[in-house]
């Protein structure tokens, strides 16, 4: 008898146990979305009275005067222009503002990386709210890999944030990055990584991919100056032999290289190694944006962090970096001419997070793009440096379902960008009007 009941006991076990593994999943909600008007930066077509299907979190149909399925949570925004999530491809989460050496310092020096990643928290729901549903992060700023942990936390639905890409620490050499100037007795921190000699650029790579990068990034010039004939000259960094030793690791494990290369031998150098995104590019020849359309280098121009700090760095007694706004927007527009893939970053972070990044667009627009090409680098052309094309950059089924809507035209009026009053990431509404 007890050896019948202890059989039935554990046939009873079993069967909570199998009830328990197969327990259903949770239902996936219909969500559809109506757009008065839908912006498709892929191909340059508006389209009308647009009804987009969402299942969970990814795009189901995408149709012109359709009818919502039965069932589904309805928002409407009839009297708004929808578009793809937008994408920054060049943010500092951990860093909030350095127009000038001491406002860096001060988060370096007396902030620890715990507070800092506090305020990281406060930077990645802005940009999210700001319309921003992917970003990458290019470094830390001397917070180590506290980007890593916030790429975690957002995915983990810890906190709410874009989709991120992370460089963790940046690379530079000796000598030549903050934290600068300091009595030589005192061990300082520094916003880098310094590394030296070929070796360790590699060993560095496989440190910062272990630790949850997915970028790697490099400082590749420093000490700009305006040379007589136009030319914004530099003082490059790293050699020769120790770039190429950090693009050839990194491309040995399946990840890319951003290079801050603002001027002439910084930006050379890049290109020739191989790196996969030149930044900011303040001086970039006529050559080397050949080479980079050759090699299909992106072009990240970051326009308005430049205009942010030149004055305050010119009231340092850096003057150049005045000279330096007309140099750029001569550089865009014969990229641009050049047909070299222009994606949109903004080094936000550099600038205060309480400004909104989408001030970047007009500033595209002045230099030379259309209202449509500046939307296309931030969205098609951004996912396609983030190699994140399959789930991102336009509004189509089987993609996340990213997306931002304004009241007005863009194409008519880009500054309308700055005011984004809807914002869905992955099916989830985080911003709606009158939120």
Not at 156 to 163: C, L, Q, S, T, Y
Not at 379 to 390: I, P
Not at 392 to 402: E, F, L, P, R, S
Request: glycine share 8%; hydrophobic share 40%; net charge neutral.
């Amino acid at each position: 008898m007890m050896m019948k009941r202890a059989g039935l006991v554990f046939v009873l076990c079993l069967q909570a146990v199998f009830v328990f593994a197969q327990k259903p999943e949770p239902a996936v909600t219909t969500r559809a979305v109506r757009c008065g008007s839908l912006i498709d930066p892929a191909s340059g077509r508006v389209q009308r009275h647009v009804l987009i299907t969402i299942q969970g979190d990814r795009i189901k149909e995408v149709r012109e005067n359709a009818a919502p399925p039965a069932g589904a949570q309805v928002t409407d925004l009839s009297d708004h222009t929808c578009l793809p999530g937008l994408i920054d491809t060049h943010t500092h989460t951990l860093l909030q503002g350095d127009i000038t050496a001491q406002d860096y310092d001060v988060q370096l020096l007396k902030e620890s990386t715990a507070y800092r990643a506090i305020l990281g928290t406060r930077s990645v729901k802005r940009a999210l709210n700001y319309g921003f549903t992917t970003i990458r992060d290019l470094e830390t700023e001397g917070a180590y890999y506290a980007d890593a942990d916030l790429k975690k936390a957002i995915n983990n639905g810890v906190i709410p944030g874009p989709r991120m890409k992370v460089a963790t620490r940046a690379m530079d050499v000796t000598g030549a990055y903050p934290l600068q100037g300091y009595n030589w007795e005192i061990k300082v921190p520094h916003g880098v990584q310094l590394v030296d000699g070929p070796d360790a650029c590699r060993k560095a790579v496989r440190e910062e991919i272990s630790h949850g990068a997915d970028w790697i990034k490099v400082y590749s010039d420093r000490s700009y100056f305006l040379r007589p004939d136009g030319v914004l000259d530099d003082i490059p960094t790293f050699t020769m032999d120790e770039l190429r030793a950090i693009v050839d690791e990194a491309h040995r494990e399946h990840h890319k290289v951003a290079s801050h290369a603002m001027a002439l031998n910084g930006v050379h150098n890049s290109v020739e190694a191989g790196v996969d995104s030149i930044e900011h590019g303040n001086y970039i020849s006529d050559a080397d944006l050949k080479t980079m359309v050759r090699k299909g280098i992106y072009y990240v121009p970051t326009i308005y962090v430049g205009e942010y700090v030149a004055q305050g760095r010119a009231n340092a007694g850096a003057k150049v970096w005045l000279q330096m706004l007309k140099v750029h927007a001569d550089t865009f527009r014969r990229a641009l001419n050049a047909g070299v893939k222009i994606a949109f970053g903004t080094d936000v972070g550099g600038f205060d997070w309480g400004i909104d990044p989408a001030k970047e667009f007009p500033y595209m627009v002045k230099y030379g793009m259309t209202p449509m090409q500046a939307i296309r680098s931030a969205t098609v052309t951004a996912s396609e440096l983030l190699d994140m094309q399959n789930d991102v950059g336009t509004i189509a089924a089987g993609k996340y379902a990213d997306l931002v809507a304004v009241k007005g035209d863009p194409l008519s009026d880009i500054n309308l960008l700055q005011k984004i009053d809807f914002v869905m990431k992955g099916g989830e509404i985080y911003k709606s009007p009158g939120r």
